[in-house]
Nanobody, 122 residues
Framework: QVQLVESGGGLVQPGGSLRLSCAAS????????MGWFRQAPGKEREFVAR????????YYTDSVKGRFTISRDNAKNTVYLQMNSLKPEDTAVYYC???????????????WGQGTQVTVSS
């Protein structure tokens, strides 16, 4: 069983930055990719970004392109989400997840962290 633990959330002013981390309990050898999702109150969980373990191929949803960067450290079994130029609409609980594919649908992700709150407000 893979366990994922997110950290790094918090309160930040608009235009500010945060870096989220997601540590896996063991190397997810058989999984293909790691993704970040977010869920705001009253809304469905949405895809934010994903990265493949092999090759580090990345993919982002349009609303975060140029502002967010996903990266991974294979040696540490950790994935990061650097978030810059944050906007109030980025406020949500952010989840990391592991998938056996490279998709963007939450149903394609088998393992999930508990989530970390990100609040962007002045």
């Amino acid at each position: 069983q893979v366990q994922l633990v997110e950290s790094g959330g918090g309160l930040v002013q608009p235009g500010g930055s945060l870096r989220l981390s997601c540590a896996a309990s063991r190397r997810t050898f058989s999984t293909e990719a790691m993704g970040w999702f977010r869920q705001a109150p009253g809304k469905e969980r949405e895809f934010v970004a994903r990265i493949t373990w092999s090759g580090g191929r990345t993919y982002y949803t349009d609303s975060v392109k140029g502002r967010f960067t996903i990266s991974r450290d294979n040696a540490k079994n950790t994935v990061y989400l650097q978030m810059n130029s944050l906007k109030p609409e980025d406020t949500a609980v952010y989840y990391c997840a592991a998938s056996y594919s490279r998709g963007t649908n939450p149903d394609e992700y088998s393992y999930w962290g508990q989530g970390t709150q990100v609040t962007v407000s002045s």
